[in-house]
């Protein structure tokens, strides 16, 4: 069994940056991928970015230049780091791991709050 923690959330001025971390609780080995998603107020959650557990990360076009996600398999974390947000990036973001033979599993989310 697999659970996430995500942590780093909070408020910050548009232009300031943010970093988002996620940590894993359980089977790591079982783990094959991990992901960020985002839910905006009246929206439906969004892939923000995945990254395999080699390292290889993928983007959402959205995100392309300002957020980075990266992953310490040992430590079992990964991160998400939001820079130049807006105030339009006001959500909360959920980390997210693909799990063989299982459903995934997902975290209880952390808010971030972009004020203009």
């Known amino acids: 069994q697999v659970q996430l923690v995500e942590s780093g959330g909070g408020s910050v001025q548009a232009g300031g940056s943010l970093r988002l971390s996620c940590e894993v609780f359980?089977?790591?080995?079982?783990?094959?991928?991990m992901a960020w998603y985002r839910q905006r107020p009246g929206n439906q959650r969004e892939l923000v970015a995945t990254?395999?557990?080699?390292?290889?990360?993928n983007y959402a076009d959205s995100f392309k230049g300002r957020f980075t996600i990266s992953i310490d398999i040992l430590r079992g974390t990964i991160a998400l780091q939001m820079d130049t947000l807006e105030p339009e990036d006001t959500a909360v973001y959920y980390c997210?791991?693909?799990?063989?033979?299982?459903?995934?599993?997902w975290g209880q989310g952390t808010q971030v709050t972009v004020s203009s």
């Open positions: 359980g089977t790591v080995s079982s783990i094959y991928n």
């Open positions: 997210n791991a693909g799990i063989r033979g299982s459903d995934p599993a």
């Open positions: 990254i395999t557990t080699e390292g290889a990360p």
